[in-house]
């Protein structure tokens, strides 16, 4: 009988560079992956209309505005870019030429200089495109980066177990994850049927890739590709 693949996920982790590029990872996920919460947010790109601007740009100030906009989907079904900041003071001293490359980064979905500016104090910058289906994360703390990951894969396996306790990932799949994703990894989690809480999961390297409509949409990859299988019961 055959198993049903419920879940892909593709990612590349750029250390040198603090980014992760990572597939179906949308604004909430990162707001409840972060080990470091989001107290202020600044939108480069969405459709949102908040109630404060500076600049131009809308704000979200305080968790409180943040779990609105989440509660709304408002974020959802487009592009959606934002960095986090310090205080509203931080953002009125923003000068022309930072304007315009915190512009140029939600457009070319790339900074032109550092993705992080001292007088926001950021920490984060979130470059989504369709809704997450494509995602650019940068972390001035670039350890942060295998901690969003490793939280985004239980996560998805929790949903795909439909298990509300806390999933615990062996050591092996942990390191693994760690060790492939530097070199663009594709992970496939298949829910096992004859036993609900099982799950395989594959690890195929595939490197770097720009099209993910086209790497999701493979049905069967070549077998030297696979690096990492393991069947985890919970």
Do not use: W
């Given at each position: 009988?055959?198993?049903n693949?419920?879940?892909k996920?593709?990612?590349?982790i750029?250390?040198?560079?603090?980014?992760?590029?990572?597939s179906?990872?949308?604004?909430s996920?990162l707001?409840e992956?972060t080990?470091?919460p989001?107290n202020?947010?600044?939108l480069?790109?969405?459709?949102?209309?908040g109630?404060?601007r500076?600049?131009?740009f809308?704000?979200?100030?305080g968790?409180r505005?943040?779990?609105?906009?989440?509660?709304?989907?408002?974020?959802?079904?487009?592009d959606f870019?934002?960095t986090?900041?310090e205080?509203?003071?931080?953002?009125e001293q923003?000068?022309?030429?930072?304007?315009a490359e915190?512009l140029?980064m939600a457009?070319l979905?790339?900074p032109?200089?550092?993705?992080f500016?001292?007088?926001?104090k950021n920490?984060?910058?979130?470059l989504g495109?369709?809704d997450?289906w494509?995602c650019?994360?940068?972390c001035?703390e670039?350890?942060?980066l295998?901690?969003?990951l490793?939280?985004?894969?239980r996560?998805?396996i929790?949903q795909?177990?439909?298990n509300k306790?806390t999933i615990v990932l062996?050591?092996?799949?942990?390191?693994?994850?760690l060790?492939?994703?530097?070199d663009?990894?594709l992970?496939?989690?298949?829910?096992q049927?004859?036993?609900?809480?099982?799950?395989?999961?594959?690890?195929?390297?595939v490197?770097?890739y720009?099209d993910?409509?086209?790497?999701?949409?493979?049905e069967?990859f070549?077998d030297?590709?696979?690096?990492?299988e393991?069947?985890i019961?919970f």
């Open positions: 009988m055959r198993n693949i419920h879940i996920i593709y990612v590349k750029y250390l040198d560079a603090h980014k992760m590029v990572i179906k990872f949308n604004f996920d707001i992956y080990p470091i989001l202020n947010i600044l480069l790109k969405s459709d949102y209309i109630e404060n500076r600049h131009n809308e704000l979200l100030e968790k505005d943040i779990a609105k906009m989440i509660k709304d989907k408002a974020y959802s079904y487009g870019c934002f986090d900041y205080d509203i003071p931080a953002v923003l000068s022309d030429e930072q304007i915190l140029y457009h979905y790339k032109l200089n550092s993705p500016f001292e007088v926001l920490n984060f910058v979130y495109h369709d997450g494509y650019k994360i940068y001035k670039k350890e942060l295998n901690s969003l490793l939280n985004k894969l996560g998805d929790q795909t177990i439909k306790n062996p050591n092996k799949i942990v390191e693994n994850t060790k492939f994703s530097v663009g990894l992970i496939e989690l298949e829910k049927r004859q036993k609900s809480e099982d799950i395989l999961i594959r690890f195929y390297k490197g770097e720009k993910i409509d086209k790497l999701l949409n493979i069967k070549d030297t590709s696979l690096v990492f393991q069947l019961e």
